[in-house]
Nanobody, 121 residues
Framework: VQLQASGGGLVQAGGSLRLVCAVS????????SGWFRQAPGKEREFVAS????????YYRNSVKDRFTISRDNAKNTVYLQMNSLKPEDTAVYFC???????????????WGQGTQVTVSS
């Protein structure tokens, strides 16, 4: 399984970005696709995830009212629409796949290469 993340960039606070994660194939072990982020000197943290089979979504509290995760089953693609971005959202964003929903990165088996999101104040 290969994942390709894209869509990052530089944006001013209050702006928006849409991240895209293309998944090469889906299996029983990849029913969940999620986004994590990692800022310099910090651990990788959960942002949002979605279950392919049910469409159920999960969010970290600090992004719940600003970010929206969605999927396109036909394209095997997951999106993360990020609105009202804040400087503290600055990080490298990674997409990954897991068999079960979890906020723990260790539960995710496959990862994309990461895309940089920088929010200026």
């Amino acid at each position: 399984v290969q994942l390709q993340a894209s869509g990052g960039g530089l944006v001013q606070a209050g702006g928006s970005l849409r991240l895209v994660c293309a998944v090469s194939r889906r299996t029983l072990r990849t029913d969940v696709s999620g986004w994590f982020r990692q800022a310099p000197g910090k651990e990788r943290e959960f942002v949002a995830s979605i279950r392919w089979s049910t469409g159920s979504t999960y969010y970290r509290n600090s992004v719940k009212d600003r970010f929206t995760i969605s999927r396109d089953n036909a394209k095997n693609t997951v999106y993360l629409q990020m609105n009202s971005l804040k400087p503290e959202d600055t990080a490298v964003y990674f997409c990954g796949t897991s068999k079960y929903p979890s906020p723990m990165p260790d539960w995710f088996d496959y990862w994309g290469q990461g895309t940089q999101v920088t929010v200026s104040s």
